[in-house]
């Protein structure tokens, strides 16, 4: 008996990467937006371990916070470093999650069966920008003071039971210290844990289902008489292959940035969060993080405070509803008809200028703008079932084209 | 191994007793949890210290100058206390079309600051400096034509572009949804102001 079996009789882990690795047989024909899946792990493993090195020397209280930072990244060896890989490892995650959600749109990754798959990366989502907005008001510059404000007070909008939500959060009637401590350990403990037992949710769920494919076709609808897909492939080595050449040229993007541009002239790091939090004077101009800007400039547009954070809400969570509102007999874009077409490049586009709109100052011919690109945004959501359904699609392969 | 014979010889199972069995520690594990969350909840609360606090704070006129502009904290809130010269005063009579709210109908200041000037005294304005939006602090900009051709003076909110006028009172159109609080207060005497508690 070889230590192998010895060990797998008693705790199957070559069993468990066989079945998982070897023996899950992906599509053949995934082409390059399928990187994104894994480096989207990449990117929550660099966050982690960076992570874990930052507590080392970060002191979360309002009087240590912002030297402690400043002191890791003066005095301690290569703590510049880390600092900045945790920083642009936020917004990269977002680029990476924000390519893997269109991915999924194009292609009608979110049909059934795949609803729940798509379920849990919504959720993902949502709980990669709770994360990443705790992790933002740590460093307790300006602009994380501002931000955890604002944000707070969007919950104090809800009728009755927001003010009281408000303070248990917060755990003051205003911003303060306990607010810091308490975000540190969201971010820290309680957010990570959750988006760790998601992330092996997603891949419970993904390995239940399969992988979709960029013809959408159901790839186990067409087996050979070993039961194995004729168009699947083993992941490993395959994919794994493929995923490293990926996971190399992300790399080779991630640290130039971090080397050369660590702040992107602001974008990944406002210039004001390197002034420490004062409570008396707000920043000329407040921003959002990029990645949450679309839903802030949904917020600013519309001029009633209560139903301008129901709509921020709805922005997010409008996404969940997909697989119920995407009527269409056929998943991928390659064979959805001209109309299906138009209004994906219709969100695409709105989403993108709701970006640029949530980033910059808040003057009436912006607010116009936003106004009218959060009416495209919606109007994707609630126009689909109508369009999906009486579109001209055309019918796909049997099996995957390369 | 008495009881498991005495068990496996009762060929009949009392269904219904399984079933009480069942829901009622069902229940005292539910009354449980709600049991463990209290403490859990409480503790989010703001406690003593925060409330502490809230001890209202004592503010001197006699360095403000017509014009000025000061920030005291109260409650971790910055309170604005500014010194409106005869002019911005007189135009805070004259009705403004563009304001929402001009009669401070939405209850947003103490009973004595529900007036045109919406303070104790026309001259010396009392505010809490936060956007009634999101709470952001708004900029006091007195100057006219400073934020648009319209602008009389007042206070600009940089964050979502909500408008004031120098009493506090929101315009329409804007993300900010009332007039700017007014804190409770009084004057101890001509030259001391207290902000946080109304005149006993």
């Known amino acids: ?402 | 191994m008495l009881i498991l014979r005495m068990a496996m010889g009762n060929e009949s199972v009392d269904l219904k007793k399984r079933a009480f069995l069942t829901r009622t520690s069902q229940a005292l594990g539910a009354i449980a949890v709600c049991g463990a969350a209290i403490p859990l909840v409480q503790y989010l609360k703001p406690g003593r210290e925060a409330a502490m606090s809230s001890l209202p704070v004592e503010f001197d006129l006699s360095g403000l100058k017509p014009g000025d502009q000061r920030t005291v904290l109260w409650r971790g809130k910055p309170i604005w206390v500014i010194r409106r010269t005869m002019e911005q005063v007189t135009a805070l009579n004259k009705i403004n079309p563009n304001l929402s709210d001009p009669n401070s109908q939405i209850e947003q200041q103490p009973e004595y600051a529900k007036n045109p000037y919406r303070s104790l005294r026309p001259d010396i304005l009392v505010l809490v400096g936060l956007c009634t939006h999101l709470g952001c602090a708004p900029t006091f900009r007195p100057e006219p034509k400073a934020i648009d051709e319209d602008w009389d003076g007042g206070f600009f909110c940089s964050c979502h572009g909500s408008k004031f006028d120098l009493a506090g009172r929101v315009y329409k159109g804007v993300p900010a949804p009332t007039n700017l609080e007014v804190p409770p207060y009084y004057f101890k005497n001509d030259q001391l102001l207290v902000i946080g508690a109304h005149e006993a």
């Not at chain 1, 966050?47 to 309002?62: K, N, V």
């Not at chain 1, 400039?297 to 922005?315: D, K, T």
Request: charged share 15%.
């Open chain 1, 1 to 402: 008996m070889s230590f192998n079996q010895w060990i797998n009789s008693r705790l199957p882990i070559s069993d468990f990467f066989d079945q998982h690795l070897r023996q899950y047989y992906a599509p053949k024909n995934l082409n390059f937006w399928y990187f994104f899946g894994s480096l989207a792990i990449l990117c929550l493993s660099i966050q982690i371990i960076s992570g874990i090195w930052l507590l080392m020397y970060y002191e979360p209280t309002a009087k240590t916070a912002f030297d402690s930072i400043e002191f890791m990244m003066r005095e301690v060896p290569y703590g510049w470093l880390l600092r900045y890989v945790h920083a642009v490892g936020a917004s990269s995650f977002f680029v990476i999650l924000y390519f893997h959600l269109y991915r999924a749109l194009m292609y009608g990754s979110y049909q059934r069966p795949r609803e729940l798959l798509w379920l849990s990366g919504v959720l993902l989502l949502i709980l990669a920008m709770a994360e990443a907005y705790t992790g933002y008001v740590l460093p307790w510059g300006q602009m994380s003071y501002w931000a955890a404000k604002v944000i707070m007070n969007i919950f104090g909008a809800i009728p009755f039971i927001g003010e009281p939500i408000m303070h248990l959060i917060q755990g003051d009637y205003v911003v303060s210290e306990v607010t810091l401590q308490r975000f540190f350990a969201f971010h820290v403990v309680a957010f990570p844990m959750i988006l760790l037992a998601m992330v092996f949710l997603h891949l419970v769920a993904l390995h239940t289902v399969g992988s979709n494919n960029p013809d959408g076709i159901e790839i186990k609808d067409n087996k050979g008489a070993d039961g194995i897909p004729k168009d699947g492939v083993p992941f490993h080595p395959y994919f794994t292959i493929k995923d490293l050449v990926a996971a190399a040229a992300f790399l080779i993007i991630f640290f130039t940035i971090v080397f050369y541009n660590p702040t992107m002239d602001g974008l990944f790091l406002e210039k004001e969060n390197f002034i420490p939090a004062n409570p008396l004077v707000t920043p000329p101009e407040i921003k959002p993080s990029w990645y949450l800007a679309p839903y802030y400039a949904i917020l600013r547009a519309v001029p009633n405070q209560l139903l301008g954070a129901l709509a921020m809400i709805s922005a997010i969570i409008s996404f969940a509803f997909l697989p119920w509102l995407d009527r269409s007999p056929v998943r991928s874009m390659r064979y959805k008809g001209v109309r299906s077409r138009v209004s994906l490049a219709l969100l695409v586009i709105s989403f993108l200028s709701l970006m640029a709109l949530g980033l910059l100052p808040p003057s009436p011919v912006y607010i116009i703008l936003a106004r009218i690109s959060a009416v495209i945004f919606f109007g994707y959501f609630i126009s689909l079932p109508y369009i999906s359904r009486n579109d001209r699609h055309s019918s796909p392969p049997d099996r995957v084209r390369m």
